[in-house]
């Protein structure tokens, strides 16, 4: 029997290890992943320090690891919070869908209409599901939108020099027009324009994870494992 060399041994000690991450790295790449949301532009649905899990096999069936999409799995739905790379500058975002493909969209001192007509929207009357941050409180406008039967809360900042005007303009085929809920101070489709299917990443699901970054990184309990709409 030929002796197994040294270099031969190590490499069979880490086999175990190597398939462990490797498998790892091809589910988050191609199934599931978690992100940490850097921005408040998702508020109040999505705050800073919030980690989210995100299907990834939601619209695409993706080759692990290398991103190339193998099969559609799904399409977008109006009102969906998905994950996609900025046409912008390539960075990875958090927004929720408001335009399909074919949809005209518009915004008139910060109605959104929808083919011409202002989508279903009313101040909130009821309590968030989780509190804005204290730092927030008292400064902003929150309303409930309807997104075709699909309701959800957005805030608007009266005092924010963003601008309330935007289109129309027709979404085009495989593109989708996307806005944060926090409508003053997003960065989305009103200033780099229509996403692609292609940069869709995936859907937003939940939050798994929550901290208060100003706050010494102080867990926030109550954001745990809750479901996004």
Not at 20 to 34: M, Y
Not at 72 to 90: A, C, K, N, W, Y
Not at 124 to 148: I, K, M
């Amino acid at each position: 029997m030929t002796p197994t060399s040294p270099l031969a041994r190590r490499l069979r000690s880490w086999l175990p290890l190597l398939v462990v991450v490797l498998s790892a790295l091809s589910f988050r790449s191609a199934v599931a992943n978690w992100y940490d949301v850097p921005t408040g532009s998702m508020q109040p649905t999505i705050y800073e320090g919030d980690r989210i899990l995100v299907d990834r096999t939601a619209f695409s069936l993706r080759l692990p690891l290398l991103g190339c999409e193998l099969a559609r799995t799904g399409e977008p739905r109006r009102g969906d919070i998905v994950v996609l790379t900025s046409p912008h500058d390539g960075t990875r975002l958090v927004k929720r869908v408001v335009g399909l493909p074919g949809d005209t969209v518009a915004m008139r001192a910060g109605d959104l209409l929808l083919d011409g007509r202002p989508l279903p929207c009313e101040p909130r009357t009821g309590e968030l599901r989780w509190a804005l941050p204290p730092d927030d409180e008292g400064r902003h406008d929150l309303l409930t939108e309807d997104l075709g039967g699909r309701r959800h809360a957005v805030m608007l900042s009266p005092d924010s020099p963003a601008p309330r005007d935007f289109g129309p303009v027709t979404v085009p085929p495989d593109s989708y027009l996307v806005m944060g809920d926090n409508r003053d101070h997003s960065f989305d489709s009103r200033y780099f324009g229509f996403v692609g299917r292609d940069a869709l990443q995936g859907r937003a699901l939940a939050v798994v994870a929550s901290v208060d970054r100003d706050r010494g990184w102080r867990p926030r309990l109550g954001r745990f494992f809750t479901r996004l709409d």
